[in-house]
């Protein structure tokens, strides 16, 4: 299986970030990589398709605001990592967005992912490995990895969150529409609900986002992954939520799973992008479900049984001592 990574994508790294009250050490850590290439084996640098395809997902405005925060946020004064700490109520009057602490609000929903001023050739890198990895697969691989590293599934068409700044699976699947494939599919199966997806698709027919994830009654992202959320428009039906409560082992899950790769069956997708997340592992120090190493072989052979041409992009798993194995065990199984 073709894997792709690029060097660059060590340079983003966040000292802190504010979690219930306090600043504690950030989670998503340039060592989550580095496991991940040791255990696979390593990784081809990925070709660079240059900015055309993210702008096909994220908007210019927001493009420029990641390129430009970290000089903006210097030039106020502040030394350290770029942070947001006042956000713009929904709905209210036009925004007045000359002042950076006005934009790292407006683009971003959390105070849990700090921008640096190597976070957006990270995030370029990171998107560009999921670009490789949609392209190894129109070249007739079944099935190829990113090492999506900023992650992806949170960051919305114009705002970033969660660790995440640019949407390596929502760029994936657009490359396919682009390419030509008229239906594909997201499946996403890391502990969180992938809000910035849904969201990129909410009211789109032509990309199936279905996801397995901790319920937001009691985790991250809190707002989204309900499972009364199913899209609107033309994306009505399009949108599958399938909240689990903490504890969820391999049997509950693999029947959620089944669920969404059924439902992705009927929809009938020429392409399948994976979000495959690793912080569904027992011991992952932020999350509370309970699957074992050897369980994401079997999840992936599922996932692999059904015979789409599969794209899978890297999302969370913090338990750094552990990943490696993790997304070793789940690659094994295509
Ligand atoms: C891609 C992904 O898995 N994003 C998850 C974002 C979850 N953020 C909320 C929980 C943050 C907990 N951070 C604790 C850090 C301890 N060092
Ligand atoms: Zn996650």
């Not at 969180?192 to 969201?199: I, S």
């Not at 079997?298 to 997304?327: H, K």
Request: aromatic content about 10%.
């Amino acid at each position: 299986m073709r894997r792709f990574f690029a060097p660059v994508q060590l340079t983003h790294a966040p000292a802190r970030e504010l979690h219930n009250g306090s600043f504690v050490a950030y989670a998503e850590v340039p060592a989550r990589a580095e496991t991940i290439l040791r255990a696979i084996g390593g990784a081809e640098a990925p070709e660079d398709r240059g900015e055309a395809p993210i702008a096909a997902v994220h908007a210019p405005d927001y493009l420029a605001f990641l390129k430009e925060a970290p000089a903006r946020w210097a030039a106020a004064g502040r030394s350290g990592d770029a942070i947001p700490y006042t956000f713009p109520v929904v709905g209210r009057r036009a925004l007045r967005l000359d002042r950076i602490d006005a934009l790292m609000g407006r683009y971003g929903f959390d105070a849990t992912t700090p921008i640096t001023a190597d976070t957006w050739a990270a995030a370029y890198g990171s998107a560009q490995t999921a670009l490789a990895a949609t392209h190894a697969v129109f070249g007739g691989e079944r099935a190829a990895f990113a090492l999506g590293r900023p992650p992806g599934h949170h960051a919305g068409a114009d705002y970033c969150g969660g660790y995440c700044h640019l949407n390596t699976a929502a760029i994936a699947a657009q490359a396919a529409r682009d390419a030509g494939h008229p239906r594909v599919a997201i499946l996403d199966i890391d502990y969180h609900h992938g809000n910035g997806t849904q969201d990129i698709f909410w009211d789109r027919g032509d990309v199936f986002y279905a996801s397995v994830h901790a319920d937001p009654a009691t985790d991250y992202p809190f707002y989204w992954g309900h499972a009364d959320e199913t899209g609107e428009g033309e994306g009505r039906g399009a949108t599958l939520n399938l909240p689990l409560p903490h504890g969820t082992r391999l049997d509950a899950f693999r029947v959620a799973q089944s669920r969404a790769l059924d439902a992705i069956s009927r929809f009938g997708p020429g392409l399948l992008v994976v979000s495959f997340g690793a912080d569904t592992w027992q011991g992952d120090p932020i999350s509370r479900f309970s699957l074992t190493t050897s369980d994401y072989a079997l999840l992936a052979r599922d996932i692999a049984g059904a015979g789409w041409p599969t794209v899978v992009v890297m999302e969370g798993g913090y338990a750094v001592d552990a990943l490696g194995a993790n997304v070793a065990s789940f690659l094994s199984g295509f």
